[in-house]
């Protein structure tokens, strides 16, 4: 892999990952950008007791453009774009209309492929595996900066889901806290923790899951299963099954083989519902341990967080969304319509052939 860095003319931070060590990425952003502004503020709920960030600037961000506008194809000739070159394997580069910004934290967005009409799915092995190591680089990039806790790589997939961009891309988000959702899992790691006498919680979990019936794939080094109480119609955790916290604890084994299973769990998901059906919306959720101190979670070490990748579908059937409404919403209480064993069985039975 090679990395090159470069500014685009507002003065963002942009950077190339290359398959190939003789990549030159020399281009220059001809757009005529001011600086860039942003509102970002975070505000803590005293009542829930999290954060909430306030970004009124976002209301002007580029929303679904035709596809020969795409601000994350290559520029070409005149029509000029977000990236410079002419192309590119994969691009990181500092979003235009950030959640988070300055002392509230970072956002970048993560372009897979240069091939506008792509997704992660249609990806070949190399590609998917210089994926990982960009993820793995922004969050070792990332993690030093002082406004950062946590940092977040994600993917959405689909309008449904919410997403403004067709091109294949994801996102990092890195928080200026640890969120909500980790906490939560910090809190039940830390009283398994006392409560067992020094048993990890993620490995039993693992355990007792790679010993049921909701397996989904299976590698060497990785392991998927929908959870025992998935909130979600159809939910995967996708676990190594050696213990890490972050992205950048994965050794080269983890790495080589990953690709292999990510991208066959990608390919089941859009044969879920049968041939002729759209493409299925997704989120992709990479959870990591927080680099900063755990002091709230008595017991706990980054050590003891397992890194994972959570993958659901908002679809719960043929042409119907599974729709947060009141429960959901009002008070965080799930209802999923689609029992995780049988949600197991069906990615079981849209296996590649």
């Known amino acids: 892999m090679k990395k090159t860095s470069t500014r685009l003319a507002d003065g963002r931070e942009l950077v190339y990952y290359d398959l190939h060590d003789d990549a030159v990425r020399d281009a220059v952003d001809r757009r005529p950008l001011e600086r860039t502004v942003t509102t970002s503020e975070v505000r803590r709920d005293p009542l829930r007791g999290d954060s909430v960030?306030?970004?009124s600037h976002r209301q002007g961000r580029t929303y679904?453009?035709?596809?020969?506008?795409?601000?994350?194809?290559?520029?070409?000739?005149?029509?000029?774009?977000?990236?410079?070159?002419?192309?590119?394997d994969v691009v990181v580069f500092e979003n235009r209309f950030p959640s988070l910004a300055g002392d509230s934290g970072r956002c970048e967005v993560v372009c897979f492929t240069s091939d506008h009409h792509a997704s992660f799915a249609d990806l070949d092995e190399e590609q998917a595996r210089l994926v990982l190591d960009a993820w793995t680089d922004r969050t070792s990039e990332l993690s030093h900066l002082a406004s950062v806790e946590q940092v977040?790589?994600?993917?959405?997939?689909?309008?449904?889901?919410?997403?403004?961009?067709?091109?294949?891309?994801?996102?990092?988000?890195?928080?200026?806290?640890t969120t909500p959702r980790t906490a939560e899992m910090l809190r039940s790691l830390a009283a398994h923790k006392d409560a067992t006498g020094g048993e990890n919680l993620f490995d039993a979990v693992l355990e007792e899951e790679l010993a049921g019936e909701r397996v989904v794939l299976e590698g060497e080094h990785w392991a998927a299963f929908v959870p025992y109480a998935a909130h979600w119609p159809y939910e995967v955790h996708l676990y190594p099954k050696r213990r890490v916290p972050d992205l950048l604890g994965l050794d080269e084994a983890a790495r080589t083989e990953f690709p292999q299973v990510y991208l066959e769990l990608l390919r089941r998901f859009d044969r879920i519902f049968g041939e002729g059906e759209p493409p299925t919306?997704?989120?992709?959720?990479?959870?990591?341990?927080?680099?900063?101190?755990?002091?709230?979670?008595?017991?706990?070490?980054?050590?003891?967080?397992?890194?994972?990748?959570?993958?659901?579908?908002?679809?719960?059937?043929s042409g119907k969304l599974k729709f947060l409404a009141g429960s959901e919403s009002g008070m965080d209480v799930f209802i999923n319509d689609v029992p995780p064993e049988r949600a197991a069985e069906r990615l079981r039975e849209v296996a590649s052939s």
């Open 64 to 88: 679904h453009p035709p596809a020969d506008q795409c601000p994350l194809c290559p520029s070409q000739g005149e029509r000029l774009s977000e990236i410079p070159d002419s192309s590119y």
């Open 53 to 55: 960030a306030i970004a």
């Open 152 to 177: 977040f790589c994600f993917e959405n997939r689909g309008a449904e889901i919410g997403v403004t961009l067709g091109h294949p891309h994801g996102q990092i988000y890195a928080y200026p806290f």
């Open 281 to 317: 919306p997704y989120i992709a959720a990479w959870h990591q341990a927080p680099f900063g101190q755990l002091e709230d979670f008595e017991g706990v070490t980054r050590d003891d967080f397992a890194l994972h990748l959570e993958l659901f579908t908002i679809r719960r059937t």
